[in-house]
T-cell receptor, first 115, second 118 residues
Protein backbone atom coordinates (compact mmCIF):
# COMPACT_ATOMS: atom_id res chain seq x y z
CA UNK A 1 0.00 0.00 0.00
CA UNK A 2 1.11 3.53 -0.64
CA UNK A 3 2.64 5.36 2.30
CA UNK A 4 4.53 8.53 3.12
CA UNK A 5 6.94 8.68 6.04
CA UNK A 6 8.44 11.75 7.67
CA UNK A 7 10.71 10.64 10.48
CA UNK A 8 11.52 14.06 11.95
CA UNK A 9 8.71 15.29 14.21
CA UNK A 10 10.61 18.51 14.90
CA UNK A 11 13.64 20.30 13.49
CA UNK A 12 15.56 23.41 14.48
CA UNK A 13 17.65 25.55 12.16
CA UNK A 14 19.54 28.77 12.59
CA UNK A 15 18.36 31.71 10.56
CA UNK A 16 20.14 31.99 7.18
CA UNK A 17 21.26 28.36 7.25
CA UNK A 18 19.98 25.54 5.07
CA UNK A 19 17.85 22.68 6.36
CA UNK A 20 16.75 19.34 4.93
CA UNK A 21 13.41 17.79 5.78
CA UNK A 22 13.22 14.06 5.12
CA UNK A 23 10.49 12.22 3.28
CA UNK A 24 10.34 8.63 2.08
CA UNK A 25 7.50 7.04 0.20
CA UNK A 26 6.31 3.62 -0.74
CA UNK A 27 4.42 2.78 -3.89
CA UNK A 28 4.38 0.09 -6.51
CA UNK A 29 3.14 2.47 -9.19
CA UNK A 30 5.38 3.97 -11.84
CA UNK A 31 3.43 7.19 -12.25
CA UNK A 32 3.11 9.39 -9.20
CA UNK A 33 3.71 12.90 -7.99
CA UNK A 34 5.41 14.15 -4.86
CA UNK A 35 4.49 17.41 -3.17
CA UNK A 36 5.56 19.52 -0.25
CA UNK A 37 3.17 21.80 1.60
CA UNK A 38 3.78 24.31 4.37
CA UNK A 39 1.23 24.81 7.12
CA UNK A 40 1.78 27.88 9.33
CA UNK A 41 0.01 28.17 12.67
CA UNK A 42 -2.90 29.88 10.89
CA UNK A 43 -3.77 26.50 9.37
CA UNK A 44 -3.70 27.17 5.64
CA UNK A 45 -1.82 24.70 3.46
CA UNK A 46 0.62 26.40 1.12
CA UNK A 47 1.91 24.51 -1.92
CA UNK A 48 5.70 24.70 -2.15
CA UNK A 49 7.07 22.32 -4.74
CA UNK A 50 6.24 19.36 -6.98
CA UNK A 51 8.27 16.46 -8.41
CA UNK A 52 6.94 14.01 -10.94
CA UNK A 53 8.09 10.41 -10.93
CA UNK A 54 9.35 10.74 -14.48
CA UNK A 55 11.14 14.04 -13.95
CA UNK A 56 14.85 13.51 -14.34
CA UNK A 57 15.91 16.76 -12.75
CA UNK A 58 15.29 17.80 -9.17
CA UNK A 59 12.58 20.42 -8.82
CA UNK A 60 13.46 23.89 -7.57
CA UNK A 61 11.25 26.82 -6.58
CA UNK A 62 13.14 29.79 -5.24
CA UNK A 63 14.67 28.80 -1.89
CA UNK A 64 13.04 25.37 -2.05
CA UNK A 65 14.51 22.39 -3.80
CA UNK A 66 13.48 18.77 -3.79
CA UNK A 67 16.20 16.14 -3.56
CA UNK A 68 14.55 13.30 -5.47
CA UNK A 69 16.22 9.90 -5.20
CA UNK A 70 13.92 7.52 -6.99
CA UNK A 71 15.80 4.31 -6.25
CA UNK A 72 15.75 5.12 -2.55
CA UNK A 73 12.16 6.37 -2.75
CA UNK A 74 13.03 9.58 -1.02
CA UNK A 75 11.94 13.14 -1.73
CA UNK A 76 13.64 15.41 0.76
CA UNK A 77 12.89 19.12 0.89
CA UNK A 78 15.83 21.48 1.14
CA UNK A 79 15.21 25.03 2.31
CA UNK A 80 18.14 27.35 1.76
CA UNK A 81 18.84 30.56 3.66
CA UNK A 82 16.17 29.91 6.29
CA UNK A 83 14.04 32.81 7.41
CA UNK A 84 12.03 33.29 10.59
CA UNK A 85 8.87 33.08 8.52
CA UNK A 86 9.78 29.54 7.52
CA UNK A 87 8.80 28.30 10.98
CA UNK A 88 5.80 26.04 10.34
CA UNK A 89 4.68 22.46 9.83
CA UNK A 90 5.84 20.88 6.59
CA UNK A 91 4.01 17.99 4.98
CA UNK A 92 5.23 15.68 2.28
CA UNK A 93 2.50 14.16 0.11
CA UNK A 94 2.12 11.77 -2.79
CA UNK A 95 -0.51 11.38 -5.45
CA UNK A 96 -1.04 8.52 -7.86
CA UNK A 97 -2.96 8.68 -11.09
CA UNK A 98 -4.61 5.31 -10.54
CA UNK A 99 -5.87 6.49 -7.16
CA UNK A 100 -7.70 9.41 -8.68
CA UNK A 101 -4.95 11.81 -7.74
CA UNK A 102 -5.76 11.69 -4.05
CA UNK A 103 -3.05 13.09 -1.82
CA UNK A 104 -1.58 10.90 0.90
CA UNK A 105 0.22 12.93 3.54
CA UNK A 106 3.10 12.17 5.84
CA UNK A 107 2.97 12.91 9.54
CA UNK A 108 4.62 16.28 9.14
CA UNK A 109 7.76 17.96 10.46
CA UNK A 110 7.61 21.03 12.65
CA UNK A 111 10.40 23.40 11.66
CA UNK A 112 11.55 26.13 14.03
CA UNK A 113 13.93 28.80 12.76
CA UNK A 114 16.06 30.40 15.45
CA UNK A 115 17.18 34.03 15.16
CA UNK B 1 -0.72 29.87 -7.42
CA UNK B 2 -4.45 29.42 -7.67
CA UNK B 3 -6.73 30.77 -4.96
CA UNK B 4 -9.20 28.71 -2.98
CA UNK B 5 -11.53 30.45 -0.57
CA UNK B 6 -13.06 28.62 2.38
CA UNK B 7 -15.78 30.04 4.57
CA UNK B 8 -16.35 30.35 7.47
CA UNK B 9 -12.90 30.28 9.04
CA UNK B 10 -14.29 29.51 12.45
CA UNK B 11 -17.65 28.36 13.72
CA UNK B 12 -18.99 27.57 17.15
CA UNK B 13 -22.30 25.78 17.34
CA UNK B 14 -24.52 23.91 19.75
CA UNK B 15 -24.73 20.15 19.72
CA UNK B 16 -27.40 18.91 17.33
CA UNK B 17 -27.21 21.75 14.86
CA UNK B 18 -25.94 21.51 11.29
CA UNK B 19 -23.03 23.50 9.93
CA UNK B 20 -22.29 24.26 6.30
CA UNK B 21 -18.77 25.00 5.06
CA UNK B 22 -18.15 26.44 1.60
CA UNK B 23 -15.13 25.95 -0.60
CA UNK B 24 -14.70 28.08 -3.72
CA UNK B 25 -12.06 28.14 -6.41
CA UNK B 26 -11.71 31.81 -7.29
CA UNK B 27 -9.60 31.89 -10.42
CA UNK B 28 -9.95 28.44 -11.94
CA UNK B 29 -12.53 25.75 -12.53
CA UNK B 30 -12.16 22.87 -10.12
CA UNK B 31 -13.06 19.55 -11.66
CA UNK B 32 -12.41 17.89 -8.35
CA UNK B 33 -12.48 19.11 -4.78
CA UNK B 34 -11.35 17.28 -1.69
CA UNK B 35 -12.35 17.55 1.94
CA UNK B 36 -9.93 16.80 4.75
CA UNK B 37 -10.09 16.69 8.50
CA UNK B 38 -7.15 17.47 10.75
CA UNK B 39 -6.84 16.84 14.46
CA UNK B 40 -4.37 18.89 16.54
CA UNK B 41 -0.74 18.01 15.89
CA UNK B 42 -1.74 15.42 13.31
CA UNK B 43 -1.69 15.08 9.57
CA UNK B 44 -4.55 15.62 7.16
CA UNK B 45 -7.03 12.80 6.70
CA UNK B 46 -8.98 12.68 3.46
CA UNK B 47 -12.69 12.47 4.08
CA UNK B 48 -14.12 12.54 0.58
CA UNK B 49 -13.52 13.38 -3.05
CA UNK B 50 -16.06 15.58 -4.75
CA UNK B 51 -16.51 15.73 -8.52
CA UNK B 52 -18.69 18.38 -10.10
CA UNK B 53 -22.14 17.07 -10.92
CA UNK B 54 -21.73 13.66 -9.34
CA UNK B 55 -21.95 12.07 -5.93
CA UNK B 56 -18.97 12.38 -3.63
CA UNK B 57 -16.74 9.42 -2.96
CA UNK B 58 -16.18 8.92 0.75
CA UNK B 59 -13.16 7.33 2.37
CA UNK B 60 -13.63 4.26 4.48
CA UNK B 61 -15.00 5.05 7.90
CA UNK B 62 -16.47 8.42 6.96
CA UNK B 63 -20.23 8.61 7.45
CA UNK B 64 -21.76 10.00 4.27
CA UNK B 65 -25.03 10.85 6.02
CA UNK B 66 -23.12 12.77 8.64
CA UNK B 67 -20.90 14.70 6.27
CA UNK B 68 -22.95 15.79 3.27
CA UNK B 69 -20.98 17.00 0.30
CA UNK B 70 -22.36 18.89 -2.68
CA UNK B 71 -20.35 19.99 -5.70
CA UNK B 72 -22.96 21.85 -7.70
CA UNK B 73 -20.65 23.89 -9.89
CA UNK B 74 -17.07 23.93 -11.09
CA UNK B 75 -16.19 26.57 -8.52
CA UNK B 76 -18.13 25.56 -5.41
CA UNK B 77 -18.28 22.58 -3.10
CA UNK B 78 -19.97 22.49 0.27
CA UNK B 79 -19.56 20.26 3.29
CA UNK B 80 -22.45 20.07 5.73
CA UNK B 81 -21.85 18.52 9.11
CA UNK B 82 -25.30 17.34 10.11
CA UNK B 83 -26.44 17.10 13.73
CA UNK B 84 -22.98 18.06 14.94
CA UNK B 85 -21.71 16.66 18.21
CA UNK B 86 -18.63 17.57 20.27
CA UNK B 87 -16.64 14.73 18.70
CA UNK B 88 -17.07 16.45 15.33
CA UNK B 89 -15.03 19.39 16.60
CA UNK B 90 -12.00 19.60 14.37
CA UNK B 91 -10.22 21.54 11.65
CA UNK B 92 -11.78 20.96 8.24
CA UNK B 93 -9.92 22.00 5.12
CA UNK B 94 -10.78 21.74 1.46
CA UNK B 95 -8.67 21.63 -1.65
CA UNK B 96 -9.38 22.06 -5.33
CA UNK B 97 -7.74 20.65 -8.41
CA UNK B 98 -8.13 22.14 -11.86
CA UNK B 99 -7.75 19.15 -14.13
CA UNK B 100 -7.98 15.42 -14.03
CA UNK B 101 -5.67 13.21 -11.98
CA UNK B 102 -2.71 13.80 -14.24
CA UNK B 103 0.94 13.96 -13.51
CA UNK B 104 1.03 17.52 -12.27
CA UNK B 105 -2.34 18.60 -11.06
CA UNK B 106 -1.69 20.47 -7.90
CA UNK B 107 -4.24 20.66 -5.15
CA UNK B 108 -4.67 24.18 -3.81
CA UNK B 109 -6.06 24.48 -0.33
CA UNK B 110 -8.46 26.77 1.42
CA UNK B 111 -7.57 28.36 4.74
CA UNK B 112 -9.58 25.82 6.70
CA UNK B 113 -12.53 25.95 9.08
CA UNK B 114 -12.17 25.40 12.79
CA UNK B 115 -15.38 23.83 14.08
CA UNK B 116 -16.17 23.78 17.77
CA UNK B 117 -19.32 21.98 18.88
CA UNK B 118 -20.49 22.78 22.40
Amino acid sequence: AQKITQTQPGMFVQEKEAVTLDCTYDTSDQSYGLFWYKQPSSGEMIFLIYQGSYDEQNATEGRYSLNFQKARKSANLVISASQLGDSAMYFCAMSQVNQGGKLIFGQGTELSVKP
Amino acid sequence: GAVVSQHPSRVICKSGTSVKIECRSLDFQATTMFWYRQFPKQSLMLMATSNEGSKATYEQGVEKDKFLINHASLTLSTLTVTSAHPEDSSFYICSAREGLAGSKNIQYFGAGTRLSVL
